[in-house]
């Protein structure tokens, strides 16, 4: 991995456009500027990646030729980005959004994730970050085209209307926005443009279809694994076994010889072989020795890593919640319940493996390919290169996955390292196998609930402890303050009307290196509170949904998914033969979500049949797409759920391939039902929480069905 540890590596780069209006193609560029808060990882950062003032982020392009170009400023790893984030801009822009062009931004401040403080795709905040900010983008390039034309005809501007690219002055005379761009791009942007109500939106909140799937359908969608460069050649690289581990020398001799190869090169965290073709690269790789330092890693073991976090979990944490006093209404209760819940590595696994395309020249460097955190890749490869950040090209391709494995950035180092090289530029591939043994995995965790009922059953004190090790603090170490990350403790507050709450987090350093994975934190919490709060229905002798409604009564967002999710799934009547339900809800990114699994149990198989999911995701931009992100989330959740675990053994991960990290397939797949529920609430994310609630609704069906408690993913029957 490439850390960022001296002051060069530190500069998360200040690169693309200047702020502002200006000629384009001889049209109309046109910046938004956003004032919102500069998001949680700002502070975290270097200085140099924090943008002073104004952070534009949204950019459209009106061309003389009449072309509309949409600037999409997050990268699309299925999300549904390339369609809903250009949405919001043709919305008040009065453009058909099948008619517009759009780009993929490069890097640099105007681009800047301000709910992050950096320029990452992650955590939800694509359409929440944007929502405002996009449609006043859209709205200042209509206005300033709008008057454009208007000082032309020498009228006021609010005699033109607009339609469809087409500006319509008195008497009918018309202009296309390309006939006015030039003229336009010489206006001053208004400050305040007035945004449309919601209910003259003519494309946000429509069921638009996505504007990527022609492209993945025809094969012309570029992913990084499809780039292609003049004299471009291939690399395959052969990592230390164990993570951390370097290399200490080599022989090539053998591989040198083999048709295509190019050079065998070493680079900070492995050795390279450098051919005409990926194949040519990896056959000649399988000959090359390589002796390595292992490093500390080496003494890994999963059983060493469980028993050192149980330790560690009987440490009293920092505290991260507090409400009422704890201790006295845990001594007062009449009941008392505890229940510890454990949650293993899991690996990201997206469809296409890291890979990584770089140029290094003298005097510049472009870096192609598919990343979640360009300012990183920037930063990186101005450490690696010695050239300045404006020396540096980044050109964002499709995701093939993401899921927060490409926030971070070792394979687009090992790629400029070795494009550095050669001296050409050099497209690194990784297998598989590379894929699942050098991950960045999601954290283990171990949480710990205590609980206090009263008489009637409910519950009068609870406390949450869990322990896990922090991904922030390796990224953004000065992001984590008196032993509390923020990214540890999404959803680790239970919702629920409970007088006396105490909430605890240890960190925990395992030795293996962790990332954010889908939903981050909440798929870790929610299994743990949701598991529990069942557990205090069943011993309260109280129906799960019932039990959760009397404790919801100031939560009127939650009462509303619950109560649709029961109804919709027959909640309360009978199921079919062999089969039970389980609940389970949450609140992730601005999102609320209840859902209802039914499943049957057959020796120690498990089967989910049917899942029924209510969201309410607040102001929707496309329905399309939020449908497609909950069934995907669910899919995704579920192998998690039933399969998903990463073991080690003598420092090395033991799972190569789905052959041994299986996930669901389309046979396995269950029925997905999902209600959304129509809201005017500001817009949440979708495109992770969901991943967290399926794992405590199938746990809980299956307790339904046969009374055995599962506390440990993945699910498994004795």
Same mark, same amino acid.
């Given at each position: 991995? @490439?850390?960022?540890?001296n002051?060069?590596?530190?500069?998360?780069? $200040?690169?693309?456009?200047? =702020?502002?209006?200006?000629?384009?193609?001889?049209?109309?560029?046109?910046?938004c500027?956003?004032?919102?808060?500069?998001?949680?990882?700002?502070?975290?950062? !270097?200085? *140099?990646?924090?943008?002073?003032?104004?952070?534009?982020?949204?950019?459209?392009?009106?061309?003389?030729?009449?072309?509309? @170009?949409i600037?999409?400023?997050?990268?699309?790893?299925?999300q549904?980005v390339?369609?809903?984030? !250009?949405m919001?801009?043709?919305?008040?822009?009065?453009?058909?959004?099948?008619?517009?062009?759009?780009?993929?931004a490069?890097a640099? /401040?105007?681009?800047t994730?301000?709910?992050?403080?950096?320029?990452?795709?992650?955590g939800?905040?694509s359409?929440?970050?944007?929502?405002?900010?996009?449609?006043?983008?859209?709205?200042?390039?209509?206005m300033?085209? =709008?008057?454009a034309?208007a000082?032309?005809? $020498?009228?006021?501007?609010?005699?033109? *209307?607009?339609?469809?690219?087409v500006?319509?002055?008195?008497?009918?005379q018309?202009?296309?926005?390309?006939?006015?761009?030039?003229?336009?791009?010489?206006?001053?942007?208004?400050?305040?443009?007035?945004?449309?109500?919601?209910?003259d939106?003519?494309?946000?909140?429509?069921? =638009? $279809?996505?504007?990527?799937?022609?492209?993945?359908?025809?094969?012309?969608?570029?992913f990084?694994?499809?780039?292609?460069l003049?004299?471009?050649?291939?690399?395959?690289?052969?990592?230390?076994?164990?993570?951390?581990?370097k290399?200490v020398?080599?022989?090539?001799?053998?591989?040198?010889?083999?048709?295509?190869? $190019?050079?065998?090169?070493?680079?900070t965290?492995?050795?390279?072989?450098?051919?005409d073709?990926?194949?040519h690269?990896?056959?000649?790789?399988?000959?090359?020795?390589?002796?390595?330092?292992?490093?500390?890693?080496?003494?890994?073991?999963?059983?060493?890593?469980?028993?050192?976090?149980?330790?560690? *979990?009987?440490?009293?944490?920092?505290?991260?919640?507090?409400?009422?006093n704890?201790d006295?209404?845990?001594?007062?209760?009449?009941?008392?319940?505890?229940? @510890?819940?454990?949650?293993?590595?899991?690996?990201?696994?997206?469809?296409?493996?890291?890979?990584?395309?770089?140029d290094?020249?003298?005097?510049?460097?472009?870096?192609?390919?598919?990343?979640?955190?360009?300012?990183?890749? =920037?930063?990186?490869?101005?450490?690696?290169?010695?050239?300045?950040? /404006?020396?540096i090209?980044?050109?964002?391709?499709f995701?093939?996955?993401?899921?927060?494995?490409?926030?971070?950035?070792?394979f687009?180092?090992?790629?400029?390292?070795?494009?550095?090289?050669?001296?050409?530029?050099?497209?690194?591939?990784?297998?598989?196998?590379?894929?699942?043994?050098?991950?960045f995995?999601?954290?283990?965790?171990?949480? @710990?609930?205590?609980?206090?009922?009263?008489?009637?059953?409910?519950?009068?004190?609870?406390?949450?402890?869990?322990?896990?090790?922090?991904?922030?603090?390796?990224?953004?170490?000065?992001?984590?303050?008196?032993g509390?990350?923020?990214?540890?403790?999404?959803?680790?507050?239970?919702?629920?009307?409970?007088?006396?709450?105490?909430?605890?987090?240890?960190?925990?350093?395992?030795?293996?290196?962790?990332?954010?994975?889908?939903?981050?934190?909440h798929?870790?919490n929610?299994?743990?509170?949701?598991?529990?709060i069942d557990?205090?229905?069943?011993?309260?002798?109280?129906?799960?949904?019932a039990y959760?409604?009397?404790?919801?009564t100031?939560e009127?967002?939650?009462?509303?998914?619950?109560?649709?999710?029961?109804?919709?799934?027959?909640?309360?009547?009978?199921?079919?033969?062999?089969?039970?339900r389980?609940?389970?809800?949450?609140e992730?990114?601005?999102?609320?979500?209840?859902?209802?699994?039914?499943?049957?149990?057959?020796?120690?198989?498990?089967?989910?049949?049917?899942?029924t999911?209510a969201?309410?995701?607040?102001?929707?931009?496309?329905?399309?797409?939020?449908?497609?992100q909950i069934?995907?989330?669910t899919?995704?959740?579920l192998?998690?759920?039933?399969?998903?675990?990463?073991t080690?053994?003598?420092?090395?991960?033991?799972?190569?391939n789905?052959?041994?990290?299986?996930?669901?397939?389309?046979?396995?797949?269950?029925?997905i039902?999902?209600?959304?529920?129509?809201?005017?609430?500001?817009?949440?994310?979708?495109? /992770?929480?969901?991943?967290?609630?399926?794992s405590?609704?199938?746990?809980?069906?299956?307790?339904?069905?046969?009374?055995?408690?599962?506390?440990?993913?993945p699910?498994?029957?004795?």
């Amino acid at each position: 991995m @490439t850390t960022l540890q001296n002051s060069s590596r530190r500069q998360f780069v $200040k690169t693309g456009t200047v =702020v502002g209006t200006g000629l384009f193609s001889g049209g109309l560029l046109v910046g938004c500027a956003m004032m919102p808060d500069k998001g949680p990882m700002a502070s975290a950062l !270097p200085p *140099s990646a924090t943008a002073p003032g104004a952070m534009p982020n949204a950019w459209v392009k009106v061309g003389t030729d009449n072309a509309v @170009t949409i600037i999409c400023a997050r990268a699309e790893m299925g999300q549904g980005v390339f369609t809903s984030m !250009p949405m919001l801009v043709a919305e008040e822009l009065e453009v058909d959004i099948t008619k517009v062009r759009i780009e993929m931004a490069p890097a640099g /401040e105007p681009y800047t994730n301000t709910m992050l403080g950096g320029q990452i795709t992650g955590g939800s905040t694509s359409v929440r970050e944007g929502y405002d900010g996009l449609r006043v983008a859209g709205a200042q390039a209509r206005m300033m085209l =709008v008057a454009a034309a208007a000082e032309r005809w $020498k009228v006021d501007p609010s005699a033109c *209307s607009v339609a469809d690219a087409v500006i319509t002055g008195p008497g009918g005379q018309k202009l296309t926005y390309g006939e006015v761009a030039e003229a336009a791009s010489r206006l001053t942007p208004p400050k305040e443009p007035k945004l449309k109500a919601a209910k003259d939106f003519k494309i946000v909140g429509k069921w =638009v $279809k996505r504007r990527d799937t022609p492209a993945k359908v025809d094969g012309s969608a570029e992913f990084g694994i499809d780039v292609k460069l003049p004299g471009m050649l291939y690399a395959a690289l052969a990592q230390c076994p164990v993570i951390g581990g370097k290399p200490v020398s080599f022989d090539a001799a053998q591989a040198k010889g083999m048709p295509g190869v $190019k050079n065998v090169v070493q680079i900070t965290d492995g050795v390279a072989v450098v051919a005409d073709t990926y194949w040519h690269a990896r056959k000649a790789l399988e000959t090359v020795k390589v002796t390595w330092n292992e490093g500390a890693g080496k003494g890994l073991n999963s059983a060493g890593i469980a028993a050192a976090l149980k330790t560690a *979990s009987a440490k009293p944490g920092a505290e991260y919640h507090k409400l009422g006093n704890f201790d006295a209404g845990f001594g007062a209760a009449a009941r008392k319940v505890e229940a @510890t819940y454990e949650l293993p590595f899991l690996s990201h696994a997206p469809l296409e493996p890291m890979n990584f395309t770089a140029d290094v020249r003298k005097d510049s460097c472009l870096l192609y390919g598919p990343t979640q955190f360009q300012q990183a890749a =920037v930063g990186t490869a101005a450490a690696i290169t010695g050239l300045k950040p /404006e020396q540096i090209t980044i050109r964002t391709t499709f995701l093939g996955g993401g899921f927060g494995r490409r926030i971070d950035f070792d394979f687009i180092a090992q790629a400029v390292e070795i494009s550095k090289a050669v001296g050409a530029p050099v497209k690194l591939l990784w297998s598989r196998e590379d894929d699942m043994k050098h991950d960045f995995y999601r954290p283990i965790s171990r949480h @710990t609930l205590s609980a206090g009922l009263g008489a009637n059953g409910m519950p009068t004190a609870i406390k949450v402890h869990f322990t896990s090790p922090s991904v922030t603090q390796r990224l953004f170490a000065a992001f984590v303050k008196d032993g509390i990350d923020p990214f540890m403790t999404e959803a680790a507050v239970l919702p629920y009307d409970i007088p006396n709450q105490l909430g605890q987090v240890v960190i925990h350093d395992t030795g293996l290196r962790v990332g954010y994975w889908r939903s981050v934190s909440h798929a870790l919490n929610v299994f743990a509170n949701e598991s529990f709060i069942d557990e205090l229905a069943v011993a309260a002798g109280k129906d799960p949904v019932a039990y959760r409604q009397a404790l919801l009564t100031k939560e009127p967002r939650y009462l509303k998914v619950l109560a649709t999710a029961a109804e919709k799934s027959g909640w309360g009547k009978p199921v079919p033969a062999g089969r039970a339900r389980g609940v389970a809800v949450m609140e992730g990114y601005g999102t609320y979500l209840a859902m209802v699994s039914e499943v049957s149990v057959s020796g120690k198989d498990i089967r989910v049949h049917r899942v029924t999911i209510a969201a309410d995701v607040g102001s929707m931009v496309n329905p399309n797409v939020v449908a497609q992100q909950i069934e995907g989330s669910t899919i995704f959740g579920l192998s998690a759920a039933l399969f998903g675990e990463i073991t080690l053994k003598d420092g090395v991960v033991e799972q190569n391939n789905f052959n041994d990290y299986p996930v669901v397939r389309m046979n396995e797949s269950p029925v997905i039902d999902v209600h959304m529920i129509a809201s005017t609430e500001k817009p949440g994310g979708i495109g /992770e929480p969901l991943t967290a609630l399926i794992s405590p609704s199938v746990g809980n069906a299956v307790f339904a069905a046969t009374k055995q408690r599962l506390r440990k993913l993945p699910l498994r029957l004795a």
